[in-house]
């Protein structure tokens, strides 16, 4: 092991004798950290199919790599990437804590057609990935793409025609300067999964609505959204978990008109001055939600009217010091096994009937104002948590 540290430790990989380039044949996966003098790499790879290169600053070029389908690269040189045109083979990048690079190599773009993953890190000066002219088609295989702690990424191409064809996943977090998504996200038609955290510009979302066939929303650390209206769901009848955290100006979100009725699972945390939930939560014959959690809401005051789904198995409520009152009718939730309200210091009643006689955990904690347990507590037979 310690020949290997100093073999690393060259400035550039040894040649023999006979000046012929060092050769690996079978070396299939090579992980280079810390060498921050070496400058180059051995020619003769043919077998490689995984790098990792972790702060190598002046490892400037790469030889032909035909066969490689992973690429890490953090903490290092920027000229890596005018290299990566020639990684036809390429599936999965991660780059990570590289500087002065304000978009995308043009000639990078339009070679990997075969990329699937791309994750970009801690670009300190990218504001685009692509220009207008070039745009993202060419990433033809690209599904899931991932932009971190980008502090100066100002936008996406606008049109459809410019962005990946079968991106299913896009996650964007930290990314302060961000204004806006494309008009025509929408025309994604193979993106299932959408997280948008830490992006305090965001004020709204395109009128066109999400994707039809998102599966996965999370909106987060959203500080400048005011609203989420019900068109950005018009077009949708897949999804199937709703995330909305920590949006400090959100007063309301999808007030009008129905959910998708295939959402199961429905989280609202830390959003301190939202006021309303969705009405389209309430109309119990029409959806399969499973899963309902609000918490930390204190200017919310109570549920819309109506009835919560049949099919809801948990109900969580905490930290909303202003709620009056719980959903009518509970005891008709058949299928609800959990229910836990706490921290609801204005709570003085549960409602009528009781709670549904499945019920397997109920928890209520610090609700100072209420008078009493649920009617016909005694009535739960299969109930193991009090």
Sequence with gaps: MEDFKEFLAFVSFPYSDVRKPVQFPSLQQLVLVGCKELEDLPVTLPSLEGLEIDGCEKL???????GLCTLSVLDSNAELLGCMNELTSLTSLHLN????????PEGFIRHSTKLEELSLDSFSELVQLSNEQVGLTDLASLQRLTISNCPQFVAFPNEADKLPPVLNYLSLKHSESLLKFPDELYKLKFLTELRIEWCPKIESFPDTGFPSMLKRLVIGECGGLKSLPKEVLHNNNCLEYLDIHKCSSLISFLEEGNLPTTLKHMKVYYCKILTSLPGGLMIKDNMTLQFLEIDNCPSLISFPSGELPTTLERLEIGDCSKLQTLPFNLVNLVNLETLEVIKCPLLEHFPMGGLPTNMKTVRIS?????????????KLKRLQRL
């Design 60 to 66: 400037a070029a790469l030889p032909r790599l035909m």
């Design 97 to 104: 804590h590289i500087s002065h690079v304000k978009s995308l």
């Design 366 to 378: 610090e609700c100072e104002k209420l008078k009493s347990l649920p009617e016909f507590i005694y």
